[in-house]
T-cell receptor
Framework: DGGITQSPKYLFRKEGQNVTLSCEQN?????MYWYRQDPGQGLRLIYY???????QKGDIAEGYSVSREKKESFPLTVTSAQKNPTAFYLC???????????FGNGTRLTVT | AQSVTQLGSHVSVSEGALVLLRCNYS??????LFWYVQYPNQGLQLLLK??????LVKGINGFEAEFKKSETSFHLTKPSAHMSDAAEYFC??????????FGKGTRLHILP
């Protein structure tokens, strides 16, 4: 079955450490996205990529970095510069930037 | 830039009653509009999408939404609520640069 895999489901880190969240898709989609979800705030766009080796900042990119070296993979690194990293992170993909999004099941990151 | 407003962060309806979740968007230019559903600790799933082909859009699980340009609204309805409909619902709209912007979400509670 085609889909998006995010791993791990739960992640715990100490403050000051960088952490990388994995996102892999086998849908052959060109566009991939990272969203952050906090209670009562909906989804906020961190980064998105429309094609391999290219990506753009979303609304809340500060303290995050991404890479898109392969079509299937779009890992997100939460750096120590992110002031409030504890959140639910969702990866998504779509055929193109106007098409509906397909989501992974998310990674819940807790930083203490 | 586009914005999306979902009226009511929590909505409660009795099982078998009408479900109405409200969504208003900001632009006068008809955008692409979507409704997504999220079950606890999961990603979002597409319920339905409006792409200007018809103003009444039918989705999965008995949901439908009506695009009303004069009211800049895209409210989600279901004639008869089921316990399995309890979830969080997000309205989304494409921005001018084709990014998808999400509302803050409405949590639907079904009363027995």
């Amino acid at each position: 079955d085609g889909g998006i895999t995010q791993s791990p489901k739960y992640l715990f880190r100490k403050e000051g450490q960088n952490v990388t969240l994995s996102c892999e898709q086998n849908l052959n989609h060109d566009a991939m996205y990272w969203y952050r979800q906090d209670p009562g705030q909906g989804l906020r766009l961190i980064y998105y990529s429309q094609i391999v080796n290219d990506f753009q900042k979303g609304d809340i990119a500060e303290g995050y970095s991404v890479s898109r070296e392969k079509k299937e993979s779009f890992p997100l690194t939460v750096t120590s510069a992110q002031k409030n990293p504890t959140a639910f992170y969702l990866c998504a993909s779509s055929i193109d930037i106007r098409s509906p999004l397909h989501f992974g099941n998310g990674t819940r990151l807790t930083v203490t | 830039a586009q914005s999306v407003t979902q009226l009511g962060s929590h909505v409660s309806v009795s099982e078998g009653a009408l479900v109405l979740l409200r969504c208003n968007y900001s632009s006068s230019v008809p955008p692409y509009l979507f409704w997504y559903v999220q079950y606890p600790n999961q990603g979002l799933q597409l319920l339905l999408k409006y792409t200007s082909a018809a103003t009444l859009v039918k989705g999965i699980n008995g949901f439908e939404a009506e695009f009303k340009k004069s009211e800049t609204s895209f409210h989600l309805t279901k004639p008869s609520a089921h316990m399995s409909d309890a979830a969080e619902y997000f309205c989304a709209v494409t921005d001018r640069d084709d990014k998808i912007i999400f509302g803050k979400g409405t949590r639907l509670h079904i009363l027995p």
